[in-house]
């Protein structure tokens, strides 16, 4: 149930992003355009720090085994 937590929030990061980009693209294209490169960053740091997390609770996982 924690992975598709986790995959939710990087989803929603990425929707959230493209929206607002799309919304300023009409009337401030350098603002869209700087928001859909922010938010590609931050959707590329969240999935990094997701999957991160997930291989390290993994290698403490097979630790205990």
């Not at 959230?16 to 799309?22: D, H, K, P």
């Not at 700087?34 to 990094?48: H, K, N, R, S």
């Amino acid at each position: 149930m924690k992975r598709w937590s986790n995959c939710l929030t990087v989803l929603g990061i990425w929707v959230l992003a493209s929206l607002l980009a799309i919304a300023y693209i009409g009337s401030h294209p350098y603002l869209g355009l700087a928001i859909a490169v922010l938010g590609g960053i931050a959707f590329g740091v969240a999935a990094f720090l997701t999957y991160e997390a997930e291989q390290r609770e993994k290698k403490n996982t097979d630790r205990q085994d």
